[in-house]
């Protein structure tokens, strides 16, 4: 498993695990329980991480760094060093509006679908919202003192990290869809929606203001391009999460 001790790449571990799956967890350290050593950036030590694995799940991502090196050249470097005579199932982790957001990061990870899509491999592209956690941390560096602005129209489906976990270890498990599937939350929220439920939970007295944005990107959201048109839904809704 790439990503592996990320947000959901650890949570998709213990699911596989407590499966009765052997999981070995790749990083360039290789350290922890079940940890072996392999760099996607480089190809060092790739070949003999993933030797004789018959199922990858494929969470490795570098948002904040260079994602065409991490997620697209670290992708064809995966590509190359899995057994194709051993591979029965590569399930690559991505983000639903990929293929419709025009943003930077959003078109690396279609990319490294495509490469998926073309290399023959038994492949299942599994696009999933935004997890609760990760919006709480967005509303958290957008809030200005007692005031949260918000883009204006927004429309997001939050999803539970662990729920997302537990569902990305069942497709692992089962057979290759041999392209896209979607899971997100059980309940679309406007962006000025979600930020006040966050702000009556975590910050009291926070007024959120939506503001328009201009852009490209910002009408692709508005119209629904960050939001699942098929495929599984969660349960926990964010006002749910926002409780506990």
């Given amino acids: 498993m790439t990503g592996g001790t990320g947000r959901l790449g650890r949570r998709v571990a213990e699911q596989l695990q407590g499966g009765g799956h052997r999981v070995r967890q790749m990083s360039r350290r290789g350290t922890g329980p079940g940890g072996v050593?392999?760099?996607?950036?480089?190809?060092?030590?790739?070949?003999?991480?993933v030797?004789?694995?018959?199922?990858?799940?494929?969470?490795a991502s570098d948002p904040r760094g260079d994602p065409w090196q991490a997620d697209v050249a670290g992708t064809r470097r995966l590509v190359q060093a899995v057994d194709r005579d051993r591979l029965r199932h590569l399930v690559y982790v991505?983000?639903?509006?990929?293929?419709?957001?025009?943003?930077?990061?959003?078109h690396a990870k279609f990319a490294a679908e495509q490469v998926l899509l073309a290399s023959g491999l038994p492949v299942t592209l599994l696009r999933i919202t935004q997890f609760h956690d990760l919006l709480d941390e967005l509303l958290a560096t957008a809030r200005r003192g007692p005031v949260l602005p918000v883009p204006m129209g927004w429309r997001v489906q939050p999803v539970d990290v662990a729920e997302a976990a537990a569902h990305t270890a069942q497709i692992a498990a089962g057979p290759p869809a041999g392209d896209v599937v979607?899971?997100?939350?059980?309940?679309?929220?406007?962006?000025?929606?979600?930020?006040r439920a966050w702000a009556a939970a975590r910050e009291p007295g926070t007024r959120v203001v939506a503001t328009p944005v201009p852009g490209r990107l910002s009408a692709a959201v508005r119209d629904g391009a960050a939001l699942p048109t098929r495929g599984a839904r969660g349960?926990?809704?964010?006002?749910?999460?926002?409780?506990t």
């Fill in 235 to 243: 349960t926990r809704t964010y006002a749910e999460h926002l409780r």
């Fill in 94 to 106: 991505s983000i639903v509006g990929v293929d419709r957001i025009p943003y930077g990061y959003y």
């Fill in 51 to 59: 030797a004789g694995a018959e199922v990858v799940v494929h969470a």
């Fill in 182 to 195: 979607e899971y997100g939350g059980p309940q679309e929220l406007t962006a000025a929606d979600a930020a």
């Fill in 37 to 49: 050593r392999g760099d996607l950036a480089t190809g060092r030590d790739l070949f003999p991480a």
